[in-house]
């Protein structure tokens, strides 16, 4: 009952800043539902179980914690030597003179205010609704509350192959900005298209992703989430995946105060896969969770998913994965490994990777391990000549190769790898041990 | 290529398939085989729970004035707690005002000197159980052996231990072995002294409850340097209707000392629930070892879910000395509903704790098991061994917690949690909680569930065993790593067990 009381206020103190975006029509009609699905959970707070390890306050709090702006200096922004239809957002607004034409052969882009004007419309099916789905049996409010409050986001309709992939570029310019953001992607039987994201969006960002990817579609996701060390962010990507379909999502993290992301998939149809992966490497004030709910409706599916993160200096990194198979769900193969990499004494990994099986006739394995860099591999690439910290480099890059693998394309996951490289090399001169 | 061996019963046994596992699966016409209830007559408090069924408790049990307060401070802070819902268990609510707190049998309103003077009803209780309180007698099983182990064993029967056996040669090599009550009376210091130090009052509801209202179990204290002379033993027989059994453990290793304990339950087939709420402490100082053991078979219920024990235990160890170690190994095949984590808390430097747990559900069982494991001391080791079957409709569930503080420099923990499915109805859980919070010490956590082998099964099918026998040589493969960490004694009756709690599974 308490605790029902503290969450409710927590909610009236962050939307009271907040004004409802007008709409009327079906995107009204969302929006009104999910604000009454968030009044009816309220917004976590440290007690929550499910938000045991990560301190939702400053995602709570009525003003956005300042965050300044971050000069990554002569870095190239993420993906810049990919061909990409650009879409930008500054502060969570969409910016037309920054981002390109939204023409693209295979797909049709168009803003969500623009949508909701119209009668029917293809996103009815999903806006809200891969949310509300993925509400239960776990409540997730800040998602609530992207598609209640969102006033701006992108819809995207791949009805072919996509000529190239549409990137989702965030960039941040007010130190107190609080950017809600939601976008809804379907893909229709057959269809495939590459979605890049990057760069920190505001001091506070809270974003919905739905993705809809119907049967025999591939989806491919790779998001690199900025180097802004002072940043808040709570990303939610709900997907559910048809029959025959292919869903992979990558993530890189570097640097953020706060990052939560959430990702709750369906494996809806059968024979459907699903891989999720997420590099992360943080060092001092840095806190990192990657929260995972994969549930298995359909028989004969695969899912994957591998996080694997690196701490120094006294960061916390959070993994929260689940496997739920349905009944029914026959010969799934589900695999879910958890890894930390902790450089230093101060640097913890906390971590709850979760089964929970209702089919016999299935193969599920999770995996969860913590430590310190092998001295033993250090030593021996010192005894070859190896310098100390590059050594140390590349033992880290060893160890996040696992979930980088997934990045299908050899042009990004090279671009992510020299990332890391540039990362670790500034900061293990800062004297990580 | 095939030997054909021997025959039992008319099963040809071949060489590689063990004899005792299909010897047991024959065995086993009947099914949950301790259902039987004594008849006998009863002295109990009035039903339901208050501050005076707490004093009425503690007044039949003599207990001193410390100990009543101690029970009310624990009952006044249970009513205001409220019952925990986190794990994966549906039941309906639990009454706590339509149950006894307290069932004596009337015949032990006198406290009997010796076991001779006990009721002979009661001793053939526990006869047919095959629980020996006659000190020539031993555990069945173990007979033919050049030199016969002996075991001491406690019997408890609803709400009051009967007696002890072997105290006269415990007592020569110093060891305390009696009943909590008696320990009241007769080491009030030590009880005092440690009572609670590990699972304090009102740790958890069920303690909480547990400590207002327990009414006896058993006390074990080894001292210094002492490696007890056998095996220790409890035997805990639920017996009366309606009845909650709450019996309260306490077993103190002083420094250097080893002590090997067992601990068994049964309970009579009824078609209404039974609560049984335990609390089990163990301290263990400076280089001393417990070995737990128990072998969990309350009545489950019937197919339909009716009836059947919920267990609802704490049980926790406290390594408080450097190199101290102890070793928690239990078999869960019965109750309705087992809610049990028995953790180790590893303080001291270089402690040590170990779990290994098989937990089957069958049926309408459902199982919520594991355990917690909090390194605190530098280079401390921890191993948990996990084996969860599920067949039938049974909810399984492995629930665990490593955590590596930060001053648990060079700390070491591994975990496996297997879960084994029979049928396409029932459910395997595993909800692991991994908090590491140094980088020296490494955690390693791996799980797997899987479905019974099929090829496995054609393989035994193929050498002319049937079904049921066939899964229940591959479950009994699977949980092979617990059933060895078992003192012989308990490793039979635990293999037996295996095989009857899955009776009916297959097909």
Known sequence: ?433 | MTVMLETVDGTEVREGVDRETIETVQAMAGKYKHGWETDIEMDYAPKGVSEDIVRLISEKNGEPEWLLEWRLQAYRRWVQMVEPTWAMVNYPAIDYQDQYYYAKPKSMAVKPKSLDEVDPKLLATYAKLGIPLKEQMLLAGVEGDAEPRKVAVDAVFDSVSLGTTFKAELAKAGVIFCSISEAVKDHPELVKQYLGSVVPQSDNFFATLNSAVFSDGSFVYIPKGVRCPMELSTYFRINAENTGQFERTLIIADEGSYVSYLEGCTAPKRDTHQLHAAVVELVILKDAEIKYSTVQNWYPGDEEGRGGIYNFVTKRADCRGDRAKVMWTQVETGSAITWKYPSCILRGDDSQGEFYSIAIANNAQQADTGTKMIHLGKRTKSRIVSKGISAGRAQNTYRGLVSMHPKAKDSRNYTQCDSLLIGDKCGAHTVPYIEVRNNSSRVEHEATTSKVDDDQLFYCRSRGMDEEEAVALVVNGFCKEVLQALPMEFAMEAQSLVAISLEGSVG
């Open chain 1, 1 to 433: 009952m308490a605790l029902a009381k503290v969450k409710e206020d927590a909610l009236s103190a962050r939307v009271a800043g907040l004004s409802l975006p007008e709409a009327a029509g079906w995107l009204g009609a969302a929006r009104t539902d999910a604000r009454a699905r968030l009044q009816a959970m309220g917004l976590p707070v440290r007690r929550d179980e499910y938000w045991r390890y990560t301190d939702p306050s400053s995602l709570v709090a009525q003003d956005a914690p300042a965050a300044s702006r971050f000069d990554p200096g002569d870095e190239p922004e993420a993906f810049d030597g990919i061909d990409r239809l650009k879409i930008v957002f500054v502060d969570g607004v969409f910016d037309p003179a920054a981002s390109d034409d939204l023409t693209l052969a295979g797909v049709e882009i168009e803003r969500l205010e623009t949508a909701a004007s119209a009668q029917i419309h293809w996103a009815q099916g999903i806006f809200g609704v891969l949310e509300a789905r993925g509400q239960t049996p776990v409540a997730r409010p800040f998602a609530a509350l992207g598609t209640a409050y969102a006033k701006d986001g992108i819809l995207i309709r791949a009805t072919g192959r996509a000529a190239r992939p549409v990137a989702l570029i965030y960039s941040h310019s007010s130190d107190t900005s609080d950017a809600i953001l939601h976008h809804c992607v379907k893909l229709e039987a057959g269809s495939n298209l590459t979605l890049l994201e990057s760069g920190p969006a505001a001091a506070r960002f809270t974003k919905v992703l739905e993705v809809d990817v119907a049967d025999g579609a591939e989806f491919h996701h790779i998001r690199v989430q900025g180097r802004d060390h002072e940043r808040r962010a709570a990303t939610h990507l709900f997907a559910r995946v048809g029959a025959g379909a292919s869903f992979k999502s990558f993530t890189l993290t570097a640097n953020g105060r706060l990052t939560r992301n959430e990702a709750v998939i369906e494996l809806a149809g059968p024979a459907a896969r699903a891989h999720l992966a997420g590099a992360a490497v943080g060092d001092g004030d840095f806190h990192h969770d990657d929260t995972v709910f994969v549930t298995h409706t359909a028989p004969d599916c695969e899912s994957r998913q591998v996080f694997k993160k690196v701490l120094m200096n006294g960061a916390t990194g959070v993994f929260q994965g689940k496997i739920l198979v349905r009944q029914g769900a026959q010969k799934t193969d589900g695999y879910q490994i958890s890894q930390s990499l902790l450089l230093d004494e101060d640097s913890q990994f906390l971590a709850k990777p979760e089964l929970e099986i209702y089919a016999d006739d299935v193969k599920c394995s999770h995996g969860s391990t913590s430590g310190a860099i092998d001295e033993t591999a250090l030593f021996y690439l010192q005894s070859r000549g190896v310098p100390r910290s590059a050594a140390q480099g590349l033992l880290v890059l060893a160890f996040l190769a696992e979930a980088i693998e997934e990045v299908a394309d050899e042009v990004i996951a090279d671009d992510i790898r020299s990332r890391l490289e540039g990362w670790l090399a500034r900061h293990a001169a800062k004297g990580g041990k």
